[in-house]
């Protein structure tokens, strides 16, 4: 098997100068190469390349630079020097060295111990690989931060729908409050978010208020692309994405749990079936196990059953969302941007993008509470103030401002005056496109859902949370 050898490598001003894509290969080919590359570097995978290199088991054609399919090779993001993330060794180093360039050694004490984790955690003046969530020790935190997430709500969401219960019934009485279980429940889950999104706002109002990517006298926008990768990412910032990493991956399990559940398989539903026809007298043989069959099928498919194997079937819960597909796609979506955001260092526009987000889910969250114990004029207002926040913010902000930015500066920062390597740039800026493009068509989606709530208010003078129920609530009050 013939050796196969890196391309040649092209100097950084020629390189920013040579854009002609008739001879670069399509965006998916070199993404399929990257993804390659990265591959055989991981542990695990590493055994399954060839000693020479995957390339080495392809055709020339496809290997030949710069015109084969899977020609290029990127061993790293950039080709410019890169700041690399500290890690909590390289940290000690650093400190330990800082007094009088002399190395004082490593304290066995635990309380120093700790108290060197929390001034890496904390206070560290260098981007450190917490801010890669992809990175083992931020995982390992995210793991922590869920499970306390998890405590919390096991805590408090019961006494939080306990609230919901008594305003509910001294709203409507204690018939309500038999009739609407599922409603209590939702109602603890809304207060919980309500005081998430409140809280992590706030922050975000205070900490970002003063950067640059938000103040156009400062750049603007310009400033999510102008010295990356090399922005340096702060402690604040840092902590900012695990907590909303933390909570979004929360709310993805929740959404499941909440909307599904899980029920074991009668292993006999075939031989019930057939002893049933026995006593129906269906003697025919064809017939019976036609039948048979028949029975099984509506046994698998009824009250709902989303997915159904020998084993196990799973079936939509009462608690179920009425826009469950449109969230899980959502949170899917959500995630994904988080952590290769956090890779990449594109912190500062995931930011920006937490806290529009955060900001409209405020008086959605206090419109679902008004709504749920049905107070009518109080949910109209939350209503109201909930529509203008989100055209402001998803429909607005978003779109026009964050991912004009992807489309229109990014390129030109990052490559025509920055380190990427142009075909670097085209192997995954249609990734990030589709994600950016999958959030817009759910924020116009739940508009329309939106608008559909504002027509049954005002044309039957009723509140139908469409997003709870597909069809519209059943009015409970009574």
Partial sequence: MRKYTS???IPKQKRLRQKDHSIVPSPPYLLASKILDASCDLPLLSSLCPTDGWRSALPDEWVQFPTGKLSHSFSSYYDGDVDKDVTFEEYMQLVNTGFSGRNVGASSS????????YNFAFHANTTTTLGDLTNPLSIYVLVVLVTLLSLFKRYFMPK????????????????????NEDRIVKFGEYVYRLIYHSSVSIYGVWYFHNKSWWDKSQGGTKNLWIQHPN????????????????YNVDALLSLIMLSLRVELVNPFYYSTALEYLEQEHVV????????????????????????????????????????????????????ILIFISSYYRFTRIGSMIFLIHDLSDVPIDMSKLANFVKWKVTTIVCFVVMVITWIITRLSIFPLVICRSVLMESYEYMVEKGPMDPALHDAY?????????????????????????????LSKGETHDYTEHKSGEKQKTS
């Fill in 7 to 9: 391309p040649p490598s």
């Fill in 429 to 457: 800026y249609l990734f990030f496109y589709f994600l950016l493009a999958a959030l817009v068509f759910l924020h116009v989606t739940w508009f329309l859902i939106l608008l559909r709530i504002g027509w049954t208010l």
């Fill in 160 to 179: 939080f729908s306990e609230l919901g219960r008594k305003l509910g019934r001294s709203k409507h009485g204690p018939e309500w409050e038999t009739k």
């Fill in 284 to 335: 025919d043989e064809n017939q019976r196990k036609q039948e048979a069959r028949n029975r099984v099928l509506k046994m698998m498919v009824r009250d709902q059953t989303v997915f159904w194997t020998p084993l196990f079937q799973v079936k939509w819960s009462a608690t179920r969302r009425g826009d469950f597909r449109e969230m899980l796609a959502h949170h899917i979506v959500t995630n």
């Fill in 110 to 117: 635990l309380g120093l111990t700790l108290n060197n984790y």
């Fill in 231 to 246: 922005h340096p990412v702060e402690p604040g910032m840092i902590w900012y994405y695990l907590i909303q990493c933390a």
